[in-house]
Each structure stands twice: as structure tokens, then as C-alpha cells.
């Protein structure tokens, strides 16, 4: 009976926020986010050979990858950037510009920004099965499925969107991260560029992905007024599916980090060698 009750009232809520939006924008700002992604795509696979002439002598797997974080990257400056819209300029999120809950608070275009986001994860998903493992493991499919629950939860119920788009910003982090893989593929692995993006993937990895996620637990455990009344669907998604991704990041920040440590000794020990 308790399941029957909270299932009635995530339903209302959806329903609720769906009367005061146009749900067609929703399907068209998802389509349009795997547009982005296809147009992006096909874009690298035109541009690339003429800004790196060994592409063509790729292996067709690295084609894909090559491809396939292009629009990875596309959709991380994307979202990094609609996300720090949201957070800091618009007063969407001020604490005191509304006086509705922060918790309960969206907009048409921020509904635009999660659904493109969802069709992104959606395409990029989509090609990791298709050709797994090579574009991913589990991992990845773990990730962009939490991401694109979340992402959808938030979507349809218009809540604890200023928490969503803190998550989202964490991508700013991919374009560093896929640097790191043309540069490598590139045969740059030993350039003062690659060292630098190595740097500066750690750096932004810990900001980021690692003390953003202390801000998110800290801010959320001070509004947990506000969290409470969310709908009891997206009330434990919200207990439970940022602590995983927060785990995962720290995995993988370990590795990232792991890696710059063996990087800069190598090149220490060129260096006293020389």
C-alpha cells in the first residue's frame, strides 16, 4: 500500500510539472542532443584528416574512439557551460531571488539543457554497447546509466535541478581527458603539451569532480528540508546516486593521478640521465 502511495505521488509530480511545460520541447531538446552529437561526429571524421594527417593511417577502431570523442568533448563544453550559466549567472538558483524551494525550481531552457545532455549519454551509450568493449567498459555503462536516470528523473519532475546541473558541470573535466587520448594516439605522449594537459586533467579532476562533490554533500546537507519533500523516487536517488558517482570519481582520479606520478618520474630520471 506504502509503494502504491509513493508510486501516486511521483506520478503527480511528474504530472504536475508536465501541465506547467511543454512536453514536446522535452522530446525535441532529446532528439536535438542526439542530433548534436551525429552532426559532431560526422564533422570529426570530415575535419580531422586535415588537421592531423596521420589519421587516415588509424586503425578503424581508432577512428571510432577519434570520432566518438569529438562529440564527447562537444557535449562537455556544452554542458559545462549551460551548467555554469544555471548556477552562477541566472538567478534561477539565488537564494534569495524566488521564493520557491531551490529544491523545485526550473525553466524551459534548463529543461533544454537536461534533454540534450540525455541524448547525448543516449548516443554515446548506444555506441558503447553496440562496439563494446572498445569504446568502454562497465564502468561506462554504469556511469552514463545513473547519469541519464538522474538526468531523466530531474527532466520530468522539474526537481533538484541546481544538484543536476552541479553533476553536470563536472564535465568539464572530458576534454582534458580526451586530450590526453589524441596526444597519445597522436605519438605526442612525450611533449611538454601532454605533460601539461596531464597537469591540468588533475587539477581539474580534484576541483571538479572531487572538492565540487564535498560542496554538493555539504549543500544538500544543509537544505535536507527541502531534499525531503522531493517526490520519494528521486528522494532516494538522491541518497544513493551521487555517493556512486562520487565513488567512481575518486577511483578515477586515483588512476589519473597514479599515472601523472609514473609520467613525472620517468621524466625525472630522463632528465638525471641526460
Known amino acids: ?3 502504491l502511495k509513493h508510486a501516486s505521488s511521483g506520478y503527480i509530480t511528474i504530472l504536475n510539472h508536465a501541465s506547467s511545460r511543454d512536453p514536446i520541447l522535452w522530446l525535441f531538446s532529446v532528439f ?16 580531422s584528416p586535415l588537421i592531423f594527417e596521420g589519421f587516415i593511417k588509424l586503425e578503424n577502431a581508432q577512428k571510432l574512439e577519434w570520432k566518438n570523442r569529438g562529440f564527447s568533448t562537444f557535449h562537455a563544453l556544452f554542458a559545462a557551460a549551460g551548467s555554469l550559466y544555471f548556477l552562477v549567472v541566472s538567478n534561477l538558483f539565488d537564494e534569495h531571488g524566488q521564493k520557491e524551494l531551490i529544491i523545485n525550481r526550473s525553466s524551459a531552457p534548463s529543461d533544454t539543457i537536461l534533454g540534450m545532455s540525455i541524448g547525448y549519454f543516449l548516443s554515446d551509450l548506444a555506441m558503447i554497447i553496440w562496439t563494446y568493449p572498445t569504446l568502454g567498459g562497465l564502468e561506462y555503462v554504469l556511469h552514463h546509466g545513473l547519469s541519464m536516470f538522474a538526468l531523466g528523473q530531474s527532466l520530468l519532475s522539474g526537481q533538484a535541478q541546481f544538484y543536476i546541473f ?11 581527458v580526451n ?11 612525450n611533449s611538454t603539451l601532454y605533460l601539461t594537459n596531464g597537469v591540468a586533467m588533475v587539477v581539474g579532476w580534484l576541483v571538479a ?34 555517493p556512486v558517482l562520487a565513488m567512481m570519481n575518486l577511483f578515477w582520479f586515483w588512476k589519473i593521478a ?14 638525471h640521465s641526460s
Open 32 to 47: 536535438g542532443g542526439i542530433i548534436m552529437c551525429k552532426t559532431a561526429y560526422e564533422l570529426m571524421g570530415v575535419f
Open 1 to 3: 500500500m506504502a509503494d
Open 258 to 271: 597514479k599515472g601523472l606520478i609514473k609520467t613525472l618520474t620517468k621524466l625525472k630520471g630522463h632528465t
Open 166 to 176: 552541479m553533476v553536470l558541470f563536472t564535465e568539464i573535466t572530458t576534454p582534458f
Open 209 to 242: 569532480r572531487v572538492v565540487l562533490f564535498v560542496f554538493f554533500f555539504y549543500h544538500m546537507f544543509m537544505h535536507f528540508d527541502q531534499v525531503k519533500q522531493m517526490y520519494p523516487m528521486g528522494f532516494y536517488s538522491m541518497l544513493t546516486i551521487p
Open 179 to 189: 586530450l590526453r587520448w589524441y596526444l597519445d594516439v597522436a605519438g605526442k605522449k
